[in-house]
């Protein structure tokens, strides 16, 4: 099993409804990553300190390869990379942050066999779970 709480200094801050510009809310994470010179590049983060603030949409998201706004199943994190997963019938969408680089990237994947499950349907089996919707 892998560990719920990563030891190296991440911190899941809170968890809020957020506005969009067009006019509807989607609920985000925010999660501080420690980075060595952190440095915001986008309007989903922020400098506090020594770490780099993400704020990962979790509910009515929007991914981009994806039709419609999406519900994440979970959120982990593998060393400065932070992904949500989004699971649907037939594929998996991910959202994955780097926080050392603040780089955004989506991708899409085949659907895991039968439903979705931390353990067999993650990216890498090193993640540890940050959130997990309930």
């Known amino acids: 099993m ?3 709480t990563p030891d190296r200094g991440v911190e899941l ?28 590049t986008t309007r989903d983060s922020a400098v506090d300190g020594d770490v780099l603030v993400g704020e990962i949409p ?11 706004p999406l519900d994440a199943a979970a959120v982990t994190i593998l060393e400065e990379r932070v992904t949500a997963y989004y699971p649907r019938a037939d594929r998996l969408f991910t959202l994955t942050w780097v926080a050392s680089t603040d780089d955004w990237e ?22 540890a779970v940050l959130w997990e919707r309930e």
């Open 2 to 4: 892998r560990e719920e």
């Open 13 to 40: 801050r809170r968890r809020r409804w957020k506005p969009r510009d067009s006019g509807d809310e989607h609920e985000v994470l925010e999660v501080a990553v420690p980075v060595v010179n952190p440095q915001s």
């Open 58 to 68: 979790i509910s009515n998201a929007e991914v981009p390869p994806a039709d419609e």
């Open 106 to 127: 989506y991708d899409e994947h085949g659907s895991p066999a039968g439903e979705f499950d931390l353990e067999d349907s993650t990216l890498d089996a090193e993640e």
